[in-house]
């Protein structure tokens, strides 16, 4: 397919994006400077940055080109140098478009090429900023779809976030319930970088005022935890806002978050399968977050979400309408040999037993209780483990599911694996058990079944793989002999 | 046993090579002990001196002889076989692993070889697919054994490639 030609610049806005960039590579320095010199020195600093950073990102804007021609894409920059890079259009993966909160006040729009593997870093094969329909053609034409926006029938929406749902998928996330701790540790570490005696004085000054009334302190910590919660909720809705996943066919296009929209599309084709995670957190609720398995992405956070948090059955039909042979995620699966139960339990109670013992030796009350408590929450963890793990061959979709504080049910296509693997231990051959491995290689990852019991692995090999793995199989009578 | 053995064992010259290795390896380390143990003596340590000499030494035999049983296991138990439709890798006596790689999947084959490998007259074969952690190797053939095995899997992938 011959797309249209594309000459083009970035926006003349775009010098300011430049700009700030050149500005806030020396931010850093100069914050240094203001702590150490004092605003004498810094004032001419920042004058001379911003004489040499002006005329530095004008030149850049009016030396940068891309061009859509002979079925490459093409960037020119370089303010010394000129340089070239060249992308063949059947190697550009995808185009993606994103917008900060400046791009957006300014309506302009950033643009991400996706090559295929390797080579270079993302800010060469990117746009810094253009705008909103320079954006929209260059993606029909790159994508060689430049059909009458006007015929199209439109997307087909497969999900969309409520507020609500966000909320309870940030409250339930471990990521966004640990952030408040990590400022706080990031506040503490810059106060002890603080001159003088200021942090202490504070901690002092702090302790001072500290309540000693037992309802205050109670109020106090309840305060916190619901600010915890707050801030929790908060940063989901922040990050993935209004999150929408469309569907026009041929491409998935994933948009979201409330300051920075971001839009990320994934071809249909390179859709192996998908993983739906949760953790014991979002069990009781019955939410999950659900991603795409697919091939030929960098990995990077969030690339192929499909939906960030969402409810059992509504992941059930979201899976299908991205693969059609999506079995349901709640359907029963094929269990692993008690077996594989027994090598769990070994495999953690060791460490817990042996912090019992020693508690109990040194006599030492609170310590006993916590290692009791230790050990009873890794027994029971060990018995969750064991519980979810499961697999199920349908004779089209390979289903798998393992892990306890991150679960991940994952399905997946077994003719999209790059290669097998078997692997046993010698404690798991006692055990007549093994574990089977699915490389799905550029970026997807691999897929494991852990702890299978060796007649399962054999009949799932077998039905796998009839051409590959099939003749491979020991037969039943032969096997057990020598080792 | 859930999968047959391939039928193909390395060249018996890895045994030697993987022995030679193991030796150059324990040879280094017995001369770091004995190096602690002089400088033990030479300093007036005498105790010391024979304890390093004595455990270390001790150690040492023991690193040889395991890592003897190793190299005759690990010859023994690693195997490979062209089928139809894949290549299929197995090694190990204890921690057991054996990998497919389909033809279709087959990225590229390279072919390595050491100064010390090479004055074996062997070579190592490199698989790799798409996946970093779904390539595979074979680390001692004969030249002209790699080359035939290399000229198979091409042959077989663009077979596979055109079904």
Redesign the interface.
């Known amino acids: 397919m011959i797309g249209e030609e594309i000459d083009g610049r970035l926006h003349p806005l775009a010098v300011l994006l430049i700009a700030r960039r050149f500005v806030g590579m020396s931010l850093l320095p100069a914050a240094a400077l203001l702590l150490s010199a004092g605003t004498r020195v810094i004032v001419p600093l920042l004058a001379v940055a911003l004489l040499v950073g002006v005329p530095l990102a004008v030149l850049s804007w009016s030396r940068f080109r891309y061009r859509v021609a002979g079925g490459r894409l093409e960037l020119h920059s370089g303010v010394v140098g000129r340089k070239v890079r060249t992308i063949p259009l059947d190697r550009l993966r995808g185009v993606d478009l994103t917008a900060s909160f400046l791009h957006r006040l300014l309506g302009l729009v950033r643009v991400e090429f996706e090559a295929a593997a390797g080579g270079g870093s993302r800010a060469e094969l990117s746009l810094a900023a253009v705008s909103r329909r320079d954006a929209e053609r260059l993606r029909a034409a790159l994508l060689g779809r430049a059909r009458d926006v006007e015929e199209e029938p439109g997307p087909r929406r497969l999900y969309r976030a409520s507020p609500g749902l966000l909320a309870l998928g940030g409250v339930t996330s471990l990521r966004y319930l640990l952030a408040p701790a990590a400022i706080v540790g990031f506040v503490f570490n810059l106060a002890d970088d603080l001159p003088g005696d200021v942090a202490e004085r504070a901690a002092d000054a702090a302790a001072e005022r500290a309540p000693t009334d037992p309802a205050l302190i109670g109020l106090l910590a309840a305060g916190a935890i619901v600010a915890v919660l707050l801030l929790a909720a908060a940063g989901s809705l922040l990050v993935d806002w209004d999150f929408t996943l469309d569907d026009d066919g041929e491409h998935l296009s994933a948009r979201r978050g409330l300051l920075t929209r971001r839009l990320v599309q994934l071809d249909r084709d390179r859709i192996r399968g998908a993983d739906v995670r949760d953790t014991p957190l979002r069990r009781p609720f019955g939410i999950a977050a659900v991603t795409a398995i697919a091939s030929g992405l960098r990995s990077r956070t969030g690339g192929t979400a499909l939906a960030p948090v969402t409810h059992a059955a509504a992941a059930a039909a979201l899976l299908r309408s991205v693969d059609p042979l999506a079995p349901d995620p709640r359907m029963p699966l094929v269990s692993h040999p008690p077996a594989a139960r027994t090598r769990r339990l070994v495999r953690t109670l060791p460490l817990a037993l042996l912090s019992l013992g020693a508690a109990t030796a040194a006599m030492v009350p609170w310590a006993i209780v916590a290692a009791a408590l230790l050990t009873a929450s890794a027994v029971l963890l060990a018995l969750d483990r064991y519980r979810q793990l499961g697999h199920r061959f349908d004779g089209r979709r390979l289903t798998m599911r393992g892990g306890s504080l991150l679960r991940r049910w994952s399905e997946l296509d077994p003719a999209a694996a790059v290669a097998f693997e078997l692997r046993s231990s010698p404690g798991q051959r006692r055990a007549g058990l093994c574990t089977l491995t699915l490389h799905l290689g550029q970026g997807a990852g691999s897929r494991r079944a852990l702890d299978l019991g060796e007649e399962q692995a054999a009949e799932l090999m077998t039905r796998l793989e009839p051409r590959l793995l099939a003749p491979l199989v020991a037969s039943r009578e032969a096997g057990g002999g020598s080792g | ?4 053995a391939p039928a193909n064992a390395i060249d018996p010259r890895m045994r030697t090579y993987w022995t030679v290795q193991a030796l150059m390896a324990t040879a280094a380390l017995g001369a770091l002990v004995a190096a602690g143990a002089a400088i033990a003596a030479m300093v007036g340590a005498t105790t010391a001196a024979w304890i390093v000499g004595l455990a270390g030494g001790l150690g040492v035999l023991l690193v040889a002889a395991s890592s003897l049983v190793a190299v005759r296991l690990g010859y023994r138990h690693f195997r490979y076989e062209v ?4 290549l ?1 890798v197995a090694r190990g006596r ?9 033809h279709a ?1 087959l990225q590229t084959v390279d072919t390595t070889a050491g100064p010390l490998l090479r004055a074996f007259g062997l070579v190592a074969v490199q698989v790799s ?8 190797s074979i680390p001692g053939l004969r030249r002209p054994v790699a080359d035939e095995l290399i000229t198979e899997l091409a042959r077989r992938a663009e077979l596979e490639e055109g079904t």
């Open positions: 046993m859930i999968l047959r089928t139809e439709h894949g299929y204890f921690w057991r692993r054996q990998q497919i790689v389909p999947r697919t798409a996946s970093a952690a779904g390539g595979t």
